[in-house]
């Protein structure tokens, strides 16, 4: 099983980019995304930039892919997605214009043979989906993170397609064209003045009793809680996934990543790996999606999910076999 790291979803200066990426050269992790996700206007780091990172990363062993935008909405944004599309890299597509440029006729990558993995943020909710998927080459999905461990085991299974799971981070939950930040600040998108980088990992958001709930990045919101599944290596093992993924945080990251070494190699076990994370997530951790459970929650000792795909499948409306 690969340990991945993902796109960094938070807004950090151009140095601090810089100096993790850096350091990533050196953590023992298989492959590492890079790239924009939430959004155009929050580019610490130029196009340019990510060629050389990834090119460095490469030298160092990593395996290196490109992520595209969650929400493309205007013409600033599709040349972004066509600008990462160009780069030496596989690429995530987290929109569906990406596979659109990669397939086009006069898309200068398309004689490249370009790998293009599915994002958590592709609706691959079931069978006929992936087998879709498949059918334009792709052959690696990130499910998303909704999505039960029943559901991933039912798809893998069924397609047998190459499987990676979001297993750490703050849990991506909605994107919106609005900018959240903004309008804390009493501003809209159009005129940020990119408060974002006050918040290195996301404003947070209470309910009147005090209670954290949420977490605002720009026009994203995410988990209060850090979603975790440290406890559950061997399962995921188990069941066909091929790889896991770390959510870049501002702090702790390395810590993090090699808490889930250990894990992958058998040094240590499931309540060690938690403990040792636990000074990393002042709000605690969650895991109820995987199990079928309100995300919110979290299982120690989870029984078997009852979850099933036809909970998710609406949304594509597409049959389950």
């Known amino acids: 099983m690969q340990l991945t790291l993902g796109p960094i979803l938070f807004d950090w200066k151009k140095e601090e980019l810089l100096r993790f990426y850096d350091e990533v050269a050196d953590m023992p992790v298989d492959r590492v995304y890079l790239g924009e996700v939430v959004c155009a206007k929050k580019r610490g780091l130029s196009v340019e930039d990510l060629e050389k990172i990834g090119k460095k990363l490469e030298k160092a062993g990593k395996e290196v892919v490109v992520s595209s935008l969650a929400v493309v909405s205007n013409e600033e944004e599709l040349k972004l997605v066509r600008d990462i599309a160009n780069l030496p890299f596989a690429v995530e597509a987290n929109d569906m214009s990406m596979f659109n440029i990669v397939r086009s006729q006069e898309s200068e990558v398309r004689s490249q043979n370009k790998e293009i993995i599915a994002g958590p943020h592709i609706t691959t909710y079931n069978v006929p989906s992936i087998e879709f998927l498949k059918s334009i080459g792709v052959n690696r999905v990130v499910f998303p993170v909704e999505l039960s461990r029943d559901s991933v085991n039912h798809c893998i299974q069924n397609t047998g397609i190459d499987a990676e799971i979001f297993a750490h981070g703050k849990v991506p939950l909605a994107f919106s064209w609005r900018c959240y930040t903004s309008r804390a600040y009493g501003l809209n998108k159009t005129n940020c003045q990119y408060h974002c980088k006050q918040h290195p990992d996301?404003?947070?958001?209470?309910?009147?009793e005090g209670e954290p709930t949420f977490t605002i990045n720009g026009t994203s919101v995410l988990s209060a809680q850090t979603y975790t599944l440290v406890e559950v290596i061997e399962d995921l093992q188990a069941i066909g996934v091929n790889a896991i993924r770390i959510s870049p945080q501002y702090q702790h990251t390395k810590k993090i990543v090699d808490v889930f070494r250990k894990?992958?190699?058998g040094m240590i076990g499931p309540d060690e790996g938690l403990a040792l994370l636990k000074d990393t997530s002042p709000l605690g951790f969650c895991n109820?999606?995987?199990?079928?459970?309100?995300?919110?929650?979290?299982?120690a000792t989870p029984k078997k999910s009852t979850c099933n795909v036809v909970a998710t499948a609406s949304s594509l409306n597409i049959p389950v076999d």
């Open 288 to 299: 109820g999606w995987y199990w079928g459970k309100a995300g919110k929650e979290y299982l």
């Open 202 to 208: 996301g404003m947070p958001l209470k309910t009147i």
């Open 263 to 265: 894990r992958l190699d």
